[in-house]
């Protein structure tokens, strides 16, 4: 049996809708469509994105209560057992339940996605040193989660594999009834949460209300109502954005929405490979980011790159685009290019059919 035959579970803590998720999703499908035997497992609990799953795809749902869950993990090896799964590919912290769910099969093994968006040199390196023996290969978004990997880990180069997202959703006719003008409709997709950093966003975009009162900004993603989404709120009606931001929460039309947009924006602290990026590109969108992850290697030379943290120059790249529509629709041009070049849905597939094999040698 090889790599390209191997039957293959994904394991992901839940199916909410998030960068990760859609990914381990998406890869699931993609690998059906090709043949493979292929299931998806969600370690604590479902959710939205359970709909997207090919009808070829297999679903568990473990229900996993917290990590070391005795009951869930000896259901994952029983799973995995009928199933005849051969890799694990565990996308995040879904990779303790795989090391646990494989130990003492050695006809098993792990393949572990590092999607991390965080803070990457505060992450603490001792758990995943205590399961790195269970890591028959690593897949990591960008060369510093690469490199974390084979430095703090010690996992051997050989077995670490610099793996992109690809674009997931297809571009429509615009959505309508959008709130906003047509021209000055700025769009983030993304949960709001902090690694996202929406003060930065909001604090630019009472800039750029300054300057152009027609500028109106989409969240696309999970908001709450208490916590970290109340403070994002409170802080919308504190700068008297009310008329100018939008909450329309997850969507399953986003694609639409996108094509009914102007300029992509992504306003984070942290990042790995920002998915919502690559779909800014998909859907010629003219795009502006933060310094953070892999955002550079995806935007520089066709989009502005500003610092994290920096709403003036934030509001500045933005307003520049929304006076100038020939620039965007140049810039969207040839971050479609570019997307469409480097992180195609066939070339990720192929590296991680690289992985695969190395992972069963």
């Not at 003060?199 to 500028?215: D, F, G, H």
């Not at 003219?286 to 502005?304: I, N, S, Y």
């Not at 290019?337 to 094999?357: C, D, G, M, N």
Request: hydrophobic share 45%; glycine share 10%; charged share 25%.
């Amino acid at each position: 049996m090889t790599g390209r035959t191997a039957p293959v579970m994904h394991l992901v803590d839940t199916l909410e809708a998030g960068g990760a998720e859609r990914m381990c999703v998406q890869l699931a499908n993609a690998m059906a469509e090709r043949g493979r035997v292929v299931a998806v497992c969600a370690t604590r609990r479902s959710g939205p994105l359970r709909e997207e799953l090919d009808a070829r795809v297999g679903f568990v749902n473990l229900g996993r209560r917290w990590r070391f869950d005795a009951a869930a993990l000896w259901r994952l090896r029983q799973e995995v057992e009928q199933r005849g799964i051969r890799i694990l590919h565990a996308h995040g912290t879904a990779l303790f339940a795989a090391a646990a769910a494989s130990a003492g099969r050695r006809e098993v093994r792990v393949v572990w996605h590092d999607h991390y968006g965080g803070l990457i040199h505060a992450r603490s390196s001792w758990p995943y040193r205590m399961v790195r023996r269970r890591m028959a290969a690593v897949l990591a978004v960008n060369e510093e989660l690469a490199r974390w990997s084979r430095e703090r880990l010690g996992v051997s180069a050989e077995r670490v594999f610099v793996v992109g997202n690809f674009a997931t959703r297809g571009i429509g006719e615009p959505a309508s009834g959008l709130p906003g003008t047509a021209g000055y409709r700025l769009v983030q997709v993304a949960n709001v949460r902090p690694q996202k950093d929406y003060t930065t966003m909001l604090r630019a975009m009472a800039r750029i209300v300054r300057e152009e009162p027609r500028a109106h900004l989409l969240v696309v993603g999970a908001c709450g109502t208490e916590g970290h989404g109340a403070e994002v709120r409170r802080l919308v009606e504190e700068l008297g954005l009310a008329a100018n931001v939008t909450f329309l929460g997850p969507r399953r039309d986003v694609g639409a929405v996108l094509a009914g947009c102007d300029v992509g924006v992504l306003s984070s602290a942290s990042e790995g490979l920002p998915v919502a990026l690559l779909e800014y590109g998909e859907a010629g969108l003219a795009a502006v980011c933060t310094d953070a992850g892999a955002c550079r290697a995806v935007l520089d030379g066709v989009g502005p790159v500003v610092r994290v943290g920096d709403d003036a120059a934030l509001a500045e790249a933005v307003l520049a685009l929304l006076r100038d529509p020939e620039e965007r629709v140049r810039a969207g041009g040839k971050l479609r290019e570019r997307v469409r070049a480097r992180w195609s849905r066939e070339a990720v597939l192929e590296r991680i059919e690289e992985a695969y094999e190395k992972a069963l040698e």
